[in-house]
């Protein structure tokens, strides 16, 4: 089936460098893209979205980048903190009411000090 | 934002029992909730679509005799597990998007650690 995917499962940052996640889509009806955060134990929170007709969004210390041509997210978050450290996933939808939420599989993402 | 709460946080229970896990929306209205699965170290799994009103649509591979959901109003969605095993053991999370608005953001609760001994 179709399914979003990541290229990298773990990443390792020095506090204060930023961060770059990717991932990657492969359902071409998918117009609404998401980053999640989840920390241990708890369930996933809102970063940052992007639909379709967009290549970038930013929020704060946050940018996500949208290539539809090759079907690629990239979530960046600027100097990263200690408190960045979670596991982020990527995830597609249709922009429309009730539709369902696609995960891909996660990034690790853990801060050096 | 929006919250949504899910009730228990974490429940044991033994092999061969049921268990329901609640799911509210506690500052809107969602006539749409959906469930996941998630295991240790994995993504989250979507199991099925909750639909205020009426029968769940459930994902491939999900059994709707084991995983029984209702959507009795458009603020309470449940999870039954129904005959638990110890490989039913998982993350259960609930999640709802706000309709009828610009932003169809999605919610999620703080998810349901289940144990089955």
């Known amino acids: 089936g179709e399914s979003v995917g990541l290229h990298l499962p773990t990443l390792s940052v020095q506090e204060g460098d930023n961060s770059i996640i990717n991932c990657a889509y492969s359902n071409s009806a998918s117009d609404y893209f998401i980053w999640y955060k989840q920390e241990s134990g708890k369930g996933p929170q809102f970063i940052i979205d992007i639909r379709s007709n967009m290549d970038k969004r930013q929020g704060q210390r946050v940018t996500v980048l949208l290539n539809k041509t090759v079907k690629h997210l990239s979530l960046q978050i600027a100097a990263t903190q200690p408190g960045d450290s979670a596991v982020y996933f990527c995830a597609e939808s249709v922009y429309s009411s009730a539709s369902k939420i696609i995960f891909g599989s996660g990034t690790r993402l853990s801060i050096r000090p | 934002g929006a919250v949504v709460s899910q009730h228990p946080s974490w429940v044991i229970c033994k092999s061969g029992t049921s268990v329901k896990i609640e799911c509210r929306s506690l500052?809107?209205?969602?006539?749409?909730m959906f469930w996941y699965r998630q295991f240790p170290k994995q993504s989250l799994m979507l199991m099925a679509t909750?639909?205020?009103?009426?029968?769940?649509?459930?994902e491939q591979g999900v059994e709707k005799d084991k995983f029984l959901i209702n959507h009795a109003s458009l603020t309470l969605s449940t999870l039954t597990v129904t005959s638990a095993h110890p490989e039913d053991s998982s993350f259960y999370i609930c999640?709802?998007?706000?309709?009828?608005?610009?932003?169809?953001?999605?919610?999620f609760g703080q998810g349901t650690r289940l144990t089955v001994v």
């Open positions: 500052d809107f209205q969602a006539t749409t």
């Open positions: 999640s709802a998007r706000v309709m009828g608005g610009v932003n169809t953001e999605a919610f």
């Open positions: 909750s639909n205020e009103g009426s029968k769940a649509t459930y």
